[in-house]
């Protein structure tokens, strides 16, 4: 009986224990787990309302003013450019990469003369070296679909691709003389960008002041963004939106330091700038004279292109650009600029290929030729370029 007894208690005890050691640990393992899938539950919920909001703003229209809000620039890779003391930077000799932004992904190849394209081989017919900013760099479509290339094959002839962004006329100068006795060209191609060359032409001597403070060579960083907010803009329409109406409620509280800036830049479309187009367009004057004799010394043929940024030929962009700054979209001028340029050309003997028209005429029968966020021309817009280019430089005598 007593062994009854302690089998009793020993199978009693055993099952006490049983339920204090294992049943609660069940219990909170089971709870552990109805949280952990709730959590999960919740994440991807958010997810995927984050996803459908993403889809429906991808679905809205561009911001009309996009082209500046957005700030592009910002996605470029580090290390692209190099400070140089003649042009102030050049893009990197050897660079190998790719540059991501919204709408487009592209491979970037320098050469080791700091050209967009492939090595430079032996001279076997004529050579063109074009010169210009962004539009000519055309980091937005793939080396093969810029205007540079597409106009090399219309004209069976060699094109180099001398662009960099944020180049003026004087950048552009420097370059041509450091590349005219490796290349040897028989034509110059330089874009005139309207919407800031005057600006940079202006800021010349700064710029390469502030470039030669640095050893010649420095790989340059852009340092703009965090490796996070690249990240999303390069991907994310809402993030996009979100960081443009950031930006214009900056410039509306009169706090933005880009806001002057751009203001001094766009008034030139307005006939409010007419007396500060004319007094930019006499700054730049010397740097075209100066353009034209080194092409003249040197025997090569100068054609200047004239480009106009996207809200002068796309009219859907033109007001909330223009409005972003203060300016009356009534009192636009949107051709002034590239009139005003283009007389100046004709006045220094310069052969001038003036691209609105065609351009304009192409978004007026339904083309687009801009990027939305980027401002810069789409793969259509360079094929219209390249054309345009093609009939100018055929249809002009040498001066």
Request: hydrophobic letters at 40%; proline letters at 5%; one cysteine or more.
């Amino acid at each position: 009986m007593q062994a009854g007894f302690f089998g009793a208690c020993g199978v009693w005890g055993w099952g006490i224990g049983g339920h204090a050691l294992g049943y609660p640990w069940e219990v909170a393992a089971s709870s552990a787990k109805r949280w952990f899938f709730r959590a999960l539950l919740v994440l991807g919920g958010l997810l995927m309302g984050g996803l459908l909001i993403e889809l429906g703003a991808r679905l809205l229209p561009a911001d009309a003013a996009a082209e500046l809000l957005f700030n592009a620039p910002d996605n470029a890779p580090n290390g692209l450019y190099t400070s140089d003391h003649d042009a102030a930077y050049i893009p990197t000799p050897g660079f190998d990469g790719e540059i991501h932004s919204m709408g487009y992904r592209v491979p970037l190849r320098i050469n080791s003369q700091g050209l967009r394209g492939p090595e430079i081989g032996p001279k076997e017919g004529p050579r063109w070296l074009v010169l210009g900013d962004s539009f000519t760099f055309a980091a937005q479509v793939p080396e093969e679909q810029t205007f540079t290339q597409l106009l090399a094959g219309k004209l069976g002839v060699e094109a180099w691709n001398a662009g960099a962004d944020g180049y003026g006329t004087e950048h552009e100068r420097a370059r041509y003389r450091t590349l005219e006795n490796t290349l040897a060209p028989d034509v110059v191609l330089v874009v005139f960008f309207t919407g800031n060359d005057f600006s940079d032409n202006q800021r010349w001597s700064n710029t390469l002041e502030m470039a030669r403070r640095r050893p010649n060579g420095t790989v340059l960083s852009n340092g703009f963004r965090k490796p996070w907010q690249q990240a999303f803009s390069r991907r994310s329409v809402l993030y996009g939106m979100w960081e443009m109406g950031k930006r214009r409620r900056k410039i509306a509280s009169g706090h933005s330091e880009d806001a002057q800036r751009w203001k001094s830049e766009l008034a030139l479309f307005h006939s409010q700038g007419s007396a500060e187009l004319e007094s930019m367009l006499r700054q730049s004057r010397p740097s075209i004279r100066s353009l034209r004799d080194q092409a003249k010394k040197a025997g090569d043929r100068l054609i200047v292109a004239v480009a106009s940024p996207a809200f002068a030929v796309e009219s859907h962009r033109t007001a909330a650009t223009l409005g972003l700054v203060g300016l009356d979209p009534a009192g636009a001028d949107l051709q002034a600029p590239e009139q005003a340029v283009v007389r100046m050309l004709q006045a220094e003997r310069v052969q001038a290929c003036p691209l609105s028209a065609t351009l304009q005429e192409a978004y007026e029968g339904g083309e687009q030729v801009y990027l939305d966020f980027d401002g810069h021309w789409n793969a259509r817009g360079h094929v219209l370029v390249a054309e345009a280019l093609a009939a100018c430089a055929a249809a002009q005598p040498r001066p």
